[in-house]
């Protein structure tokens, strides 16, 4: 059982900057593909960015290719988001997510979530 715990969020303007960390409890953390999610309120969770296990592949949604940077440390077991020139359409509860194998973009197939933490981009 893998534990992640988020943090991170907060109230952002638009055109602002956040950071998103996410640390593992597994010291194997380096067996599991990473991933990020979001969820706006009336909508489906979405698929944000995606890590391989190594840090070597990274792939993002069209939504946020350009602005926001995935990135990991195997040996903090720490997954982060660096979000860059927000939008207030980025407002939403982000979720770390971490699953055996490969990235995949649909949350259904990922094993472990973290409890998720609020972002809010103000216009």
């Known amino acids: 059982q893998v534990r992640l715990v988020e943090s991170g969020g907060g109230l952002v303007q638009a055109g602002g900057s956040l950071r998103l960390s996410c640390a593992a409890s597994?010291?194997?953390?380096?067996?599991?593909?990473g991933g990020w999610f979001r969820q706006a309120p009336g909508k489906e969770r979405e698929f944000v960015a995606g890590?391989?296990?190594?840090?070597?592949?990274?792939y993002y949604a069209d939504s946020v290719k350009g602005r926001f940077t995935i990135s990991r440390d195997n040996a903090r077991s720490t997954v982060f988001l660096q979000m860059n020139s927000l939008k207030p359409e980025d407002t939403a509860v982000y979720y770390c997510?971490?699953?055996?194998?490969?990235?995949?973009?649909?949350?259904?197939?990922?094993?472990?979530w973290g409890q998720g933490t609020q972002v809010t981009v103000s216009s």
């Open positions: 890590i391989s296990r190594s840090g070597g592949s990274t």
């Open positions: 997510a971490a699953r055996w194998g490969i990235v995949v973009v649909t949350a259904l197939e990922y094993d472990y």
């Open positions: 597994d010291r194997t953390f380096s067996n599991y593909a």
